[in-house]
């Protein structure tokens, strides 16, 4: 939890330091979004509070309110053409004293080989439909999320609950 809370300061201090914010958001908050993940269960108490920055909680899984969840379905689908290309190797103990020692090698392997499919542009768009679906809540509109056109249709309490977490 700690570790988090470390992280979080990091961040606020690279968005402050930034090129960005120095020409475009001096005098702005800094907002920085966890969602519901374990791990981030105590960062709000443990985060040195500063007074411009906000930190926000997503509510129960929006995959269409978080730019995050399609950042890593886009890294996911890299590792699994990295894996798929490498099957062989998932039942090879290779150099490694052990199967699972092998295989975390991979892993690794497939996350450094795929981490460079996570850029600017790609955090931006995302963040861009994230906010065209935040408007669509605001307004009780469907959203759509997926590489198939499904429309998520929630019940007004759940909106209303949604949009509470972004006030």
């Known amino acids: ?37 374990l791990a981030h269960s105590q960062t709000e108490h443990r985060v040195a509070a500063h007074e411009d920055m906000t930190l926000l909680r997503l509510g129960p899984y929006s995959p269409m309110l978080n730019p995050i969840e399609s950042c890593f379905s886009v890294l996911k689908a890299h590792i699994k053409r990295f894996l798929a290309k490498r099957t062989n190797l998932l039942f090879d103990r290779r150099e490694f004293h052990s199967y699972l020692e092998s295989r975390m090698r991979l892993l690794e392997e497939a996350a450094t080989e795929s981490l460079p499919c ?46 509470a977490r972004f006030l």
Request: with cysteine; proline share 1%; net charge neutral.
């Open 118 to 163: 996570i850029t600017q542009s790609l955090v931006i768009r995302e963040a861009m439909f994230c906010q065209r679906n935040v408007e669509k809540a605001l307004n009780l509109e469907n959203m759509s999320y997926g590489t198939l056109l499904r429309h998520i249709d929630w019940n007004k309490n759940q909106i209303e609950w949604n949009i």
């Open 1 to 37: 939890m700690e570790q988090n809370a470390a992280f979080v300061e990091e961040v606020y201090r690279a968005s402050k330091n930034s090129p960005a914010y120095q020409n475009h958001f001096v005098g702005k908050k800094i907002v920085i979004v966890l969602d519901n993940a």
